[in-house]
């Protein structure tokens, strides 16, 4: 079972960037399907990027700000967020599947492996 550590977060203000990581271990990472996702208080998690075989896919609200990243052979994953606003504050948690197919990769539900989330706050 992959096991991964999340951090990178922070308190920035609207219009700045900041940039999360994601550290797996425990198995071979290239073997999984990486994603990002974000919680607010009350809410089920929601879909932020993903990368799959090579491919991008990145949620309608986020595209063209933020950018998914993986170097496989340090078993990490990146999120570059730019240009931040306020409903981009959440809690980001990096998740890892080997199964999800393509059609669901927006599924939370369709990941086995989870980090432990880093808070990311943004306010003037």
């Known amino acids: 079972q992959i096991r991964l550590v999340e951090s990178g977060g922070g308190l920035v203000q609207p219009g700045d960037s900041l940039r999360v990581s994601c550290a797996a271990s425990g198995d071979t990472f290239r073997r999984y399907t990486v994603a990002w996702f974000r919680q607010t208080p009350g809410k089920g998690r929601e879909f932020v990027a993903a990368?799959?075989?090579?491919?991008?896919y990145y949620a309608d609200s986020v595209k063209g700000r933020f950018t998914m990243t993986r170097n496989n052979a340090e078993s990490t994953a990146a999120l570059q967020l730019n240009s931040l606003r306020s409903e981009d504050a959440a809690v980001y948690y990096c998740?890892?599947?080997?199964?999800?197919?393509?059609?669901?990769?927006?599924?939370?539900?369709?990941?086995?492996?989870w980090g432990q989330g880093t808070q990311v706050a943004v306010s003037s």
């Open positions: 990368i799959k075989m090579g491919n991008n």
């Open positions: 998740a890892a599947s080997q199964t999800v197919i393509t059609s669901n990769i927006r599924n939370p539900g369709a990941y086995a492996s």
